[in-house]
């Protein structure tokens, strides 16, 4: 045998083969016994590897055969096997040609069955294609649409939007060619899915459209949902909603009608109280929000849904950040991470370790969140998810926001995020990356651009209804109001801005309008005070979240923090009270602040 041929590695394949099977090892067994992967063995039988001599050696161990017998040049007989082993009956009613065809079928299928669990998906997209070309000359339409719908979905997850949309196009024409509407359904459900993350929502909302209203259970409530999904990244939250609540109602009459079991209907509800939660998250009712990823955690662990288990831990660490809850944030995020790791999920790893980054430039650890914004970067950027590769950026941008003499790599990375935003048209994201550029402007005095990012997100967050963005963007306009010497209208944003966030407990916000309120308030020495303690006391809670998830307590590394600190030490010293700048010093622990009251 001529092993640097495919041909020449396909006959050793098939010795293997022969003497697993009349040892009636299954290849599951086999690859346990030796140390290696199901998808590996595939690959032997196929001839697309070369068996190595370790590996054939412990293969001969196992069904009890010669090492020898792989590689002989004489046709395999009887006695080279166990006395036992039954002989393979050729089959004599196709030709020889289609018969190799059909086994080296056989084999790519039971590969890509291997590669997806778990999922290697260039690996799986590869031999897809393998399939596809053995399936045309075998002029099995059958095959070849299920593999056109199984390309698509994994350039889907590869982020391979248009060639995913290619070959999930290719799926239809196949399914409709065969009268087959189930398969028909699932390949538009990931059509609309590939259109929509390459912002083609008139193509995608058409998809979903089309199997909401036709006749397959499974295309009737996935399609439905869809829909509702394009509404919330719309902001029409209200519709999303209504389509969602639809959804569930299909999937409660199928169970009513036993069109499906309850289990099924349970797995479904997961994905829409997923979305629903995504609809509470985008309008800052992150108490709803935990409330449902609560529940929908301890279903999926009991139900062990990987998917769902990950989607649940990634919402309470996101609803956990923004009220400053950093203790458990930064725990179910680095939770979050390490399970994603082990599962193989890239993109929930990417878009976890985005955040932990954004989490960590918020505490002042700028160095840690610069690593894990580039980390996620990288890996979203290799896919090809824009989400990912937006929230990659928008760390890495308040990494360089926050970090000194860093404007341009901070500017940079929000009109990074920015572009991706325009080209996903997802306003939402759009209006996370105008509060940065309001935040840079602020920071470099300027005063013009200030005024037209907080203004153009404060419009999009109200017409959104993004609440906890709104509250962002209020603060950004009582800066702006402050700046341009109007301190009336400054207050009123101010005042604006502290009732949301005390509403929807955002801390973040709650100690920055306290902030600029006692800014605001100026010869008002009593409200001063009482806002920059005020601020100072959601600073310090802050603070001793840090300590008790064993976090570096960085949080005064933050210039714009520790000037209220500042701003509290000058109050004191003007009113005649310097004997309490020393205690409430010392009471921080803060040492670089101890260390220049006393120069």
Not at 62 to 91: H, K, M, R, W
Not at 169 to 197: C, F, K
Not at 347 to 363: D, F, K, M
Request: aromatic share 6%.
């Amino acid at each position: 045998m001529d092993f640097s041929t495919r041909q020449g590695r396909r006959e050793q394949g098939l010795r293997i083969q022969q003497a697993v099977e009349n040892v009636n090892l299954s290849i599951e067994e086999l690859a346990n016994r030796i140390g290696c992967s199901r998808a590996l063995i595939y690959q032997y039988l196929s001839g697309s590897t070369l068996a190595q001599p370790d590996r054939l050696q412990l293969i001969a161990k196992e069904c009890g055969v010669p090492l020898t017998y792989f590689y002989s040049e004489e046709s395999p007989q009887a006695d080279n096997l166990t006395p036992s082993s039954p002989q393979i009956t050729p089959i004599i009613s196709l030709p020889e040609t289609n018969q190799r065809l059909t086994e080296s079928l056989r084999l790519l299928l039971e590969l890509a069955d291997a590669q997806e669990t778990p999922t290697d998906y260039r690996a799986l997209a590869a031999t897809c294609e393998r399939i596809l070309s053995l399936a045309g000359q075998l002029g099995d339409k059958a095959t070849q649409a299920q593999t056109q719908k199984r390309l698509g979905n994994a350039r889907l997850r590869l982020a391979d939007f248009p060639r995913a949309t290619e070959a999930l196009q290719r799926a239809i024409a196949y399914a409709q060619e065969g009268n087959d509407l189930t398969g028909e359904a699932g390949a538009r459900q990931s059509l609309g899915n590939a259109l929509l993350a390459m912002g083609r929502i008139s193509e995608a909302r058409e998809q979903f459209s089309l199997i909401a209203s036709g006749t397959v259970f499974n295309g009737r409530w996935q399609g439905t949902l869809s829909l509702g999904c394009i509404h919330e990244m719309q902001g029409e939250y209200a519709k999303a909603m209504a389509q969602f609540d639809e959804a569930a109602a299909i999937l409660e009459e199928g169970a009513a009608t036993s069109v499906v079991d309850a289990a099924t209907v349970a797995a479904a509800m997961l994905y829409v109280n997923t979305n629903r939660r995504n609809v509470y998250m985008d309008g800052g009712d992150f108490q709803g929000a935990r409330s449902l990823a609560e529940k929908s955690l301890e279903e999926a662990e009991a139900m062990g849904n990987a998917d769902q288990h990950l989607e649940a831990r990634f919402d309470l660490g996101w609803c956990d950040f923004y009220t400053g809850k950093w203790r458990s944030a930064y725990r179910g995020f680095k939770n979050t991470l390490q399970l994603a790791r082990f599962l193989g999920d890239q993109g929930r790893e990417s878009i976890t370790r985005a955040w932990l980054g954004t989490l960590l430039a918020s505490v002042g650890d700028y160095e840690t969140a610069i690593t894990h914004g580039r980390d996620a970067l990288a890996v979203a950027l290799s896919r090809g998810d824009r989400r990912a590769e937006l929230y990659a950026q928008l760390a890495l941008a308040d990494s360089y926001i926050a970090s000194a003499n860093r404007e341009s790599e901070a500017r940079y990375h929000t009109n990074q995020a920015l572009a991706v935003t325009v080209a996903l048209r997802y306003e939402r994201g759009e209006i996370e990356c105008r509060i940065r550029l309001a935040h840079l402007a602020a920071q470099n005095g300027d005063l013009m651009d200030l005024r037209d990012s907080a203004s153009r997100s404060l419009t999009l967050a109200e017409r959104l209804g993004a609440r906890h963005l709104e509250a962002f963007a209020h603060y950004w306009m009582a800066e702006t109001w402050l700046r341009e010497l109007n301190p009336a209208q400054a207050r009123q944003e101010a005042e604006k801005a502290l009732a949301m966030a005390e509403e929807m407990e955002l801390a973040e916000v709650v100690w920055r309008s306290h902030s600029v309120l006692a800014r605001i308030l100026g010869d008002d020495v009593t409200s001063v005070e009482q806002h920059l303690r005020s601020a100072i006391a959601y600073l310090e809670r802050l603070r001793s979240e840090l300590r008790e998830a064993d976090i570096p307590d960085t949080l005064l590394e933050n210039t714009e923090s520790l000037a209220v600190y500042v701003h509290l030490i000058d109050l004191l010293k003007v009113s005649g009270r310097e004997n309490m700048v020393e205690p409430f010093v010392e009471q921080t622990g803060w040492l670089p602040l101890q260390a220049s009251i006393k120069n």
